[in-house]
C-alpha cells in the first residue's frame, strides 16, 4: 500500500485493512485503499475505467468467488449464471478427455460513478486421465461466451469477442486426487504454458493492432490459490478409491508442486496462501468440529470469509498500472 501511495503522490503510511470495511460492501465503498482512483495521470484507474477480473478454477474456489460477490455487495438477484446450474452427471465429474458444457460459469459486477469491475468465474480442473484442463482455460470473453452455453446477455459486459481479462485468479482444484506431487506439478506446467500461448496470440495481434482495441496488450496478471486442506476422514464410500491418495501429506506436496510450478512464469504476480487460513479450523478423525462439510468442500462460513477476504485485499491493493 506504501509502494501504491508513493505512485499516486500520497505521503500517508495508514492502512485500513479490509475487515475494517463495512461487511456487505467492502469492493463497492469508495474508501477501499486501491480503488480510490489516483490523480497521478500514468495510473491504470485513470485511463482505464472498466476491469474485468477472471476467476477459474473447481467447485471450492466457486465457494469462495460467490462469498467475494456477496462481500463486495453484489445481491445474488444480479449474478448472471449458466442456466439452471448445469452440472455434468456424477459419473463423468472427475473429468475424462472430452469437452461439454461448464457446469458453472458465473459473472458479477461492481459499478460506481469512477470504476466497473466484472467478476467471472469459469469452472475448471485437471483432468486426472488426460493431464490437461477438463475443459480448457479461457482466453478471451468469447471463449467465456462459448463456454457459457448461451448468447450474450442484455446485463453482459459490451466486450468485443477478443477480449482478455485485466486480471486473473486460478486454482488447479482437488479432482485429480490420484495423481502424486509430480504428476501434479506436470499438469499445472502444461496447462499454464498452453495458457500463455495461446493468450499470447491475442497479445501479439493487439501490439500489431490487427484487432480490436479493446483487447488487453499485455499477458494478465494471474494470481494463484493453493488447495485448502481437505478433510480425508469424510470421504464418503462413493469415492473410496480416493482415500489412499487423499491424505494430508498428499496434499501438502501437491501445494508445493504449485509453488515449485508457477514461480516458472513471470506473468504469475504471487500465490495466495488458502491453505493455512484453514488448517486452525480442519478438525481431525473423530472430532465434533471441522471447517468441512465433506471432504473437500468448505461449510464453516468464517473459513470462506477469511479465504473471500484476503482475496479482495489483494484486489483492493492491486497498482492498476
Not at 486501491?34 to 467447485?59: E, M, N, R, V
Not at 490459490?225 to 482415500?243: H, K
Amino acid at each position: 500500500f506504501e509502494q501504491y501511495c508513493s505512485a499516486s503522490g500520497t505521503t500517508t503510511k495508514t492502512r485500513q485493512t479490509i475487515n475494517t470495511l463495512p461487511h456487505t460492501t467492502r469492493l463497492a465503498k469508495e474508501n477501499c485503499p486501491a480503488l480510490q482512483l489516483p490523480s497521478s495521470p500514468s495510473s491504470f484507474a485513470t485511463t482505464k475505467k472498466d476491469i474485468w477480473i477472471s476467476f477459474i478454477g473447481d467447485s471450492v474456489t466457486r465457494q469462495v468467488f460467490l462469498r467475494i460477490l456477496t462481500e463486495s455487495g453484489i445481491p445474488e438477484k444480479e449474478w448472471i449464471r449458466t442456466p439452471n446450474n448445469k452440472k455434468e452427471s456424477s459419473s463423468n465429474s472427475k473429468g475424462g478427455g472430452g469437452g461439454g458444457v461448464h457446469p458453472d460459469l458465473i459473472l458479477g459486477m461492481i459499478d460506481t460513478t469512477q470504476y466497473q469491475i466484472w467478476f467471472s468465474f469459469t469452472h475448471e480442473f485437471i483432468s486426472p486421465i488426460t493431464l490437461m484442463g477438463r475443459w480448457g482455460m479461457p482466453i478471451t470473453w468469447g471463449d467465456f461466451v462459448e463456454a457459457r452455453g448461451m448468447e450474450m446477455e442484455d446485463d453482459d459486459p459490451a466486450y468485443a469477442n477478443d477480449r482478455v481479462p485485466d486480471y486473473v485468479f486460478y486454482n488447479p482444484g482437488y479432482c485429480s486426487s490420484d495423481l502424486n506431487a509430480i504428476q501434479f506439478g506436470n499438469a499445472i506446467d502444461g496447462i499454464l504454458s498452453r495458457w500463455e500461448h495461446g493468450m499470447m496470440r491475442y497479445v501479439s495481434y493487439n501490439n500489431n493492432a490487427t484487432i480490436t482495441a479493446t483487447a488487453t496488450a499485455k499477458v494478465p496478471e494471474m494470481h494463484v490459490m493453493l488447495n485448502m486442506m481437505p478433510a480425508p476422514w469424510m470421504i464418503p464410500d462413493q469415492y473410496a478409491e480416493d482415500r489412499p491418495y487423499r491424505t494430508q501429506l498428499n496434499e501438502y506436496r501437491k501445494n508445493l508442486a504449485i509453488i515449485s510450478t508457477v514461480k516458472k512464469y513471470d506473468f504469475v504476480a504471487g500465490v495466495l496462501d488458502l491453505f493455512s487460513i484453514e488448517l486452525p479450523f480442519n478438525g481431525h478423525p473423530g472430532g465434533d468440529i471441522t471447517a468441512h462439510r465433506d471432504a473437500v468442500h468448505i461449510g464453516d462460513p468464517v473459513v470462506l470469509r477469511i479465504a473471500s477476504n484476503l482475496i479482495i485485499d489483494k484486489i483492493c491493493n492491486i497498482p492498476y498500472q
